[in-house]
Structures are given as C-alpha cells and as structure tokens.
C-alpha cells in the first residue's frame, strides 16, 4: 500500500472518531510517519524486536489547566507509524485494506484514549471490554 492510500485511510478514520469525542480534542496534530524515530524507540524503551503502532505525546486534557495554550503551545500530537500498522495488518486473517482500516482506527482509538488522560492500563482494560470502538 502507497503511502497516499494510506494517509486516505487514517484520514477517513480519523474523521469517524463520534463527535461526543472529537469536538473535545483541541490542540493536537495528527502525524503519519513510516516508524518510531531513534529518539522514540529509547523514549519508549523499545527492544531491538519492539515497535509502536502509534504514540501520544502532549498534555492529557484531564491534566491541562487553565492556562494552558495561553501564549504559543505547540500541539500535542498522535502519530500514527506506517510500517508498522502495515506489518499487523498483513498478518491478520482479513482483506489487506480492511485489516489496515481496523488497525488504524484501533491505533487512533488507543491513542486518543490517552489524550484523554488514560494510562496504558486504563486502555488495556477498556479494550478488553471492548468499549474502546467506534
């Protein structure tokens, strides 16, 4: 998959997340990169073997104050890393576009659950449950 076919996908993803959510999401860039960069992978205490489907990095919502973004706040972001979700979707049992779809929007989900202030836990929880769609 070409990296436009992709980004189409995120975008469209990007866009279902239920307005309840999205209009409560100030702030924040979404980014596309082909994989974690150095910097992320010691960031995140990645092995050799380990990867990032995607990252949050900025102030969950839950923790920004009320001074926050007075003066010039650079935006939290959630990227979304391409090799990787391309590499978890060829190994599921589904049509390749399909498969992407699902762990794009899987990914997007987990990320904004910690933009929302959620932990890894929290998430891990929710997902399991499977309250963690949309």
């Known amino acids: ?4 076919e992709f980004e189409q996908i995120a975008e469209d993803e990007w866009r ?3 307005e309840r959510f999205s209009r409560k999401i100030e702030n924040v860039a979404f980014l596309i ?10 960031l995140e205490e990645l092995g050799p073997e380990d990867t990032l489907l995607g990252l949050y ?5 839950t923790l920004r104050g009320s ?13 979304l890393y391409r090799l990787p ?26 990320e904004v659950g910690h933009y ?3 932990d890894e836990q929290g998430i891990g929880e929710r997902e399991e449950e499977g309250t963690n769609s949309f």
């Open 33 to 42: 990169e082909d994989e974690p960069s150095d910097e992320v992978r010691t």
């Open 116 to 118: 929302f202030g959620f």
């Open 67 to 79: 001074e926050y973004g007075v003066g010039m706040t650079l935006p939290d972001t959630i990227t």
């Open 85 to 110: 979700i391309l590499e978890e979707a060829a190994a599921m049992d589904r049509e390749f576009r399909a498969a992407v779809r699902i762990v794009v929007r899987e990914t997007l989900w987990h």
């Open 16 to 18: 279902r997340i239920p």
């Open 1 to 4: 998959m070409n990296e436009r």
């Open 57 to 61: 990095q900025g102030v969950p919502a």
